[in-house]
Structure formats: structure tokens, C-alpha cells
């Protein structure tokens, strides 16, 4: 049989499945929020907890990459947690599914995903720069300014199943599939139980690195309350003793450092902008801020603790999203792009830092060289 040729979708049927995903998701949030159980509104303990992953990709990645990121790591906890009833945080795709069935040690004992379930959609935004001529730019070498004429971003989607929605048949001695009463076959969990997370993190080395890097000026000199204020650029802070403990202390520093980002002279984020001017501004950013701060913590692996003024913008929250389903996004989008931004300072801090100890290890074995050439002699 002929291979179907590969038609691109025009413009409407893109915007089209855009608009589908951004309702779906909505609707997953907006029933999260109403029953105070999206991710930035419960605890979250990196004891317990673990981050929502894919075992197989992750393994390609440096330890500070792994792990769902933003909008698809709260879609993914949101699913698992109120649809799937599981707390086995592991995902894999389709495709990789295949993979793992090709192996020859896999040929007599196939995984499969359970009759009836489904799987969950993810999303990648990806960047793609254009030249002068209207072409997309592939060399990664030719990625400079003055070949760059403009950049769009695209949406590309991902299916993506958990761990508990896989099963293998159960086979008797002689390698046959066993069968019920009913003649339907028996299966197993594809995989044994996620482990334990047993690891004692120390949650106060990581965001202080975090918030250090950043350079933010921070003031504890506020008697009750917390806030960003940017016509002095400073967060401004009650003493960290006032807190009922110094997670709760590195949450609302993490909240008002998302906030802090939104300043023009870094991202200008609209939300940000409007934050004065009604009530409905104000929840987008404080969500944004929210989020961020969610978002940070597991990145530090840092006990999160959902602010309690937070439960006065649910309302506000939900009827922004139900009245356009991609507020979750750009509210997601804005978090991500604040806690890569705050993120990037510790990045190009532990750049410097390999460059100047490849630098010492370098002129360490130049003298090495000179002291062997030396007795030689």
C-alpha cells in the first residue's frame, strides 16, 4: 500500500488544535482550583514527593534538566493525582514503549497499556528563527544576530502514559498467557513500585544559592507584611524569624522574586504592569507569582507551603481562565519563563565556575609539563 503523503496543516487547523488543548487543559484546572487542589495551592515535600519524570529521557540529561518542567509538570501531577489515582510519577511515551518491546530480553514478556485508559497530552514550545529570506535557520552555527531576522514559537504536542496505566500479561511455565474464568487474559503492573523517596535533602543550601545569584536587593524592615516594590528595585520583607519556619521564609522569598522579574527593565511582563489596576489584573500576576513560586521550590527541592492570601484569588482565578482557557497558559508560561530567568543566573554562575576550574586544571598541567620536561634534562 502506497504511504500516505505528508500534508502540513494550514494556519486555522493549527490555531484550531491550539484553542481544543487549551480548553482541555482549562477545564483540568479550572476543577483543580474550584477543589483547592492545583499544585501551588497544596504542600509539597520533597520527602514524599516526587518530581513527575520520564525515566528514559531523563537519562540524557544533567541531574538540574530532569524532571517535567512548568505548565506539563503541574498537567501531569493534575492527572495523576485526580484522574489516574496513582502516585507513581513516572511517565513514558508511545513511541518509547515500542523501544522497550524491540529488545530481545522484552520479546517473550511485552509491556501494553491497559484496555481503556488514555493517554495525557503534553506540550513543547519551540523557538524557530527565521533569516532575511524568510528561511528557518537549522545550522545552530549560523544562530547569531546578524543572521537572525525574526523568530516564531510553535507548539508541538506529546502523548504521554504513566507507569500505572502499563501492564505485562501473566504467563504460566511454558510461557502462555494464563486466563480468567472468563477466558480474558491476566495481567501485572509492567513495572514494580516507584521507590520510596528517602533522600534528607537540604532544602536551605539550594535557594539561598538561587537567591543570591540573582543579585535582588532584599530588606527585612516590615513589621506584617511582604512585598516587591519596584521604584527601589528592593523586596522588601518582615525578619526571617516572624515565619512559622524558614521553608515557609523561602516560599514568600521565592513569590516576591517571581514578582521581581516582572520589572520592565527585565521581562515587562504585562501582568505585572496592570497589577494596580483592578482586581483581575492583580490575581493573573499574583497566580504567575504563585506558580513561580511553586515551580522554584521543587527545583530546590524546598518544602512548598501554599500562601494563605492565595485562597482569596481562587475566585478570581478561576473565572479568568473559564473566561479564556489560555490564561493557564500564559499565566504558565509567564512562571516558566520568570524561573528560568532567575534559574539562569545560577547557570551562568556554575559556567564561570567550570571555566575557571577547566582554567586551574589547565595551567595546573602546563606545569606539570614544564617540571617533567625539566628532568628530563
Known amino acids: 500500500m502506497a504511504k500516505k503523503k505528508y500534508e502540513p496543516k494550514t494556519k486555522e487547523e493549527r490555531d484550531l488544535k491550539i484553542k481544543e488543548y487549551e480548553q482541555k487543559i482549562a477545564e483540568k484546572f479550572i476543577k483543580a482550583i474550584e477543589e483547592e487542589q492545583a499544585p501551588w495551592q497544596k504542600p509539597w515535600d520533597p520527602n514524599i514527593n516526587a518530581i513527575d519524570h520520564n525515566p528514559t529521557t531523563d537519562k540524557t540529561l544533567p541531574p538540574e534538566e530532569q524532571g517535567y518542567h512548568g505548565l506539563n509538570s503541574m498537567i501531569l501531577e493534575i492527572t495523576r493525582l ?46 524557530t528563527f527565521f533569516d532575511k529570506d524568510k528561511k528557518p535557520i537549522k545550522d545552530p552555527e549560523l544562530l547569531t544576530p546578524e543572521n537572525i531576522s ?25 510461557g502462555k498467557s494464563i486466563t480468567d474464568e472468563n477466558g ?48 527601589d528595585d528592593t523586596i522588601h520583607l518582615v525578619v526571617p524569624e516572624r515565619f512559622k519556619s ?93 524561573t528560568n530567568y532567575i534559574a539562569d543566573f545560577s547557570r551562568k554562575e556554575r559556567t564561570v565556575s567550570l571555566e575557571k576550574e577547566a582554567a586551574r586544571v589547565e595551567e595546573g598541567n602546563l606545569s606539570l609539563e614544564k617540571k617533567t620536561a625539566g628532568k628530563k634534562r
Open 150 to 174: 525574526f523568530a516564531k514559537t510553535g507548539v508541538r504536542y506529546f502523548q504521554v502514559f504513566n507507569y500505572s496505566q502499563l501492564v505485562r500479561y501473566k504467563k504460566d511455565e511454558n
Open 82 to 127: 485526580l484522574e489516574l489515582h496513582t502516585d507513581d510519577p513516572r511517565w513514558i511515551t508511545s513511541a518509547q514503549i515500542w523501544e522497550l518491546n524491540q529488545k530481545k530480553e522484552n520479546q517473550d514478556n511485552k509491556i501494553y497499556i491497559k484496555k481503556g485508559e488514555h493517554a495525557t497530552t503534553i506540550c513543547k514550545f519551540v523557538k
Open 246 to 338: 524558614q521553608e515557609d521564609y523561602y516560599g514568600t522569598v521565592l513569590h516576591e522574586l517571581t514578582h521581581w522579574t516582572g520589572a520592565e527593565k527585565r521581562l515587562g511582563r504585562e501582568e505585572f504592569k496592570k497589577y494596580g489596576e483592578n482586581k483581575e489584573w492583580r490575581a493573573k500576576e499574583e497566580l504567575v507569582a504563585e506558580i513561580g513560586s511553586y515551580l522554584l521550590s521543587k527545583k530546590c527541592r524546598l518544602t512548598f507551603e501554599p500562601r494563605q492570601d492565595s485562597k482569596s484569588y481562587i475566585q478570581s482565578w478561576s473565572k479568568a481562565i473559564k473566561d479564556a482557557p489560555s490564561a493557564i497558559l500564559n499565566a504558565t508560561m509567564n512562571a516558566s519563563v520568570a
Open 184 to 231: 480474558n487474559p491476566v495481567t501485572e503492573p509492567a513495572f514494580d513500585p516507584p521507590e520510596k523517596n528517602t533522600e534528607k535533602f537540604k532544602p536551605r543550601i539550594a535557594p539561598e544559592k538561587l537567591i543570591k545569584n540573582t543579585g535582588a536587593k532584599i530588606k527585612h524592615d516590615q513589621a506584617d507584611s511582604c512585598f516587591y516594590r519596584e521604584s
